[in-house]
């Protein structure tokens, strides 16, 4: 039996090498369990304490400093203020200390603000990257503005006077990168900005997308690595939560990590007219150090995945690389909402679409024809349909074919000359090009027809037709193999034509 056609697979949209970045299951054995159970009931308890003494130290430090401080006059702070710099640096590094953190391998130099105006750090884990603040002597950050609201840490953010964004204001985007820029320019008198730049944490197992906003200034930037000998300071959407993170690390007898100042990144020309660039070639660079792949997941994708879990599919389901999605087929967040909609419908096979889900969903029998377009869709060949492939090929097999020529074209076949179709129309046709029997073109039917008035008009047809787009692929299916089909009869009939032709006798006179 021949095998069925696939659609040519292009490169660009191969899986991503880690499934999901978003996610980390600790596993613990039995000497770990142990030592949980030993430092549990001995040393964290007393790491906790202590640190909950030195933090109010660091707080009255801090509102001793902010004293009098015009928040919205937007100037660096200066005079007797910066002095106390140090004294925060040594006691949040203190802090940090007592908790387990009792020393930071360092390789390589940090930038002088003449050098470089930016630091970019990669890969985020979690709340303890914090102490990469204290290391560089509380540069500014830039955080989420509900972090700065947040009782005694949110006094101590302040203090960093940062750049807040809103994940909730739409032209927050926009005010965070002008004051980027506006801090980043020779002279300005601010000190030197930290950022995190893939905007969300991860579990260290790849370097997702870069985030804009260090590289919209166009201004040198020295990126920085950071690894630690522990996972569990590893703090991810799915995985531990806050106080297990905090626990566990207290439980360790010593959390080992490495920060490795890379040279400073003077972005081209090119790089300058083009951020996206700046941001890709950066974050391979550090990639190259770390030694761990890249991949094309952003802060969107842990949305979908949310989204994923409140309609009763795994987690991983959302993940569909949303940044190449964007730019490859220019699919928006928004037209993933829905598309996850339309796949929560489908998919009854554990989260994902089978190929009985995907019939089910067209009201169709499962034939060769249904196959083959199903095969269209799993890309992986793997016999089922994720998310990600179910936008693929949404965006590159249903849509594209499902254009309003193919539509008028579909009706009139269907018998809609008359202005109307009736359930004896679809069922001629249908019948003979996908095998459906009459009760399940009635249903199909009265689908279409949902005033049940016994005619299917146009604008219900089309509508029906864009609200399930993979009909169309069907059709053209259908219409390539009948008019193959044609062409195959009509080249049989020349060929007999032109062999009767030449076995048949010349009508000349013979000569004398």
Known sequence: ???????????????????????????????????????????????????????????????????????????????????LRPVLTFLGRLVFFILGFHHVRIKGRPASPAEASIFCVAPHTGFFDGIVSFVLGLPSIVSRDVNGQAPLIGTLINFLQPVYVSRTDQNSRITTIEEIGR???????????????????????????????AFYPGVPVQPITLKYDTETVIWTWEGLSTFACLWLTLCNFHNGMELQFLPVYTPSQEEIADSKLFARNVRAEMAKVLKIPVTDHTYED??????????????????????????????????????LDNYAEIARSEGYIDVKDFAKYLDLPVTDNLKEMFDMYDRDGSGRIDFREYVIGCSLVAQPANDEETIQLAFKMFGGSKGYLIQDDLEQLLKGSVGMTSEECEVLFNQVDHEQTGKVTYDQFRAYAKKKPEYATLFTSYLKKKNTSMETVMEEEEEEEMSEEQERPSSGKKED
């Open 183 to 213: 801090r980043s320019l020779p002279g300005s008198g601010w000190p030197q900005i930290m950022i995190f730049p893939e905007g969300t944490t991860t579990n260290t197992s790849c370097l997702i997308t870069f985030k804009g906003g």
């Open 302 to 339: 842990c949305k979908l995945m949310l989204a994923a879990e409140e309609k009763g599919l795994p987690t991983e389901v959302g993940l569909v690389e949303f940044q190449k999605m964007l730019n490859k087929l220019g699919v928006r967040r928004e037209a993933l909402s829905t598309h």
């Open 1 to 83: 039996m021949a095998s069925r056609p696939r659609v040519l697979r292009q490169k660009s949209f191969v899986g991503p090498v880690v499934r999901n970045p978003f996610s980390h299951k600790l596993h613990l054995n039995f000497l770990d369990k142990l030592r949980i159970l030993i430092m549990s009931l001995t040393i964290a308890p007393i790491r906790l304490i202590l640190a909950a003494v030195v933090l109010p130290l660091a707080w009255i430090v801090v509102v001793i400093a902010m004293t009098g401080i015009d928040k919205s006059a937007h100037k660096p702070m200066s005079g007797w203020r910066t002095s």
